[in-house]
């Protein structure tokens, strides 16, 4: 069965950096869409960032570009997410998630694409 475990988060200051990862299991298709979301208190959940897994091909969520990278190292079938310059406003819990044998549809992912997520690492930033 697909397993996705997240791992990485904490707290930190504003202007600080994490790296969040998501270790994947329980699959054998290589060309996939796999994606970073979060969900603050209160609020729904929202895409942070694509990678279709296949061609590298990223999006990003317009509040996050130049500030969070997403990347893959298939040879440990993990995906990561590189976030710098944090802001008290990406605080929140972080799930990453799998959508199998699909392109990402060049754009960013919406959450309802996905069937198969983790249980989430909360990231918090304090100013």
């Known amino acids: 069965q697909v397993q996705l475990v997240e791992s990485g988060g904490g707290s930190v200051q504003a202007g600080g950096s994490l790296r969040l990862s998501c270790a994947a299991s329980g699959y054998t298709y290589r060309s996939n869409c796999m994606g970073w979301f979060r969900q603050a208190p209160g609020k729904e959940r929202e895409a942070v960032a694509g990678i279709s897994t296949g061609s590298g091909n990223t999006y990003y969520a317009d509040s996050v570009k130049g500030r969070f990278t997403i990347s893959q190292d298939n040879a440990k079938n993990t995906l990561y997410l590189q976030m710098n310059s944090l802001k008290p406003e990406d605080t929140a819990m972080y799930y990453c998630?799998?959508?199998?044998?699909?392109?990402?549809?060049?754009?960013?992912?919406?959450?309802?694409?996905?069937?198969?997520w983790g249980q989430g690492t909360q990231v918090t930033v304090s100013s």
């Open positions: 998630a799998i959508r199998l044998n699909r392109w990402c549809g060049g754009r960013v992912p919406d959450v309802a694409d996905f069937g198969y």
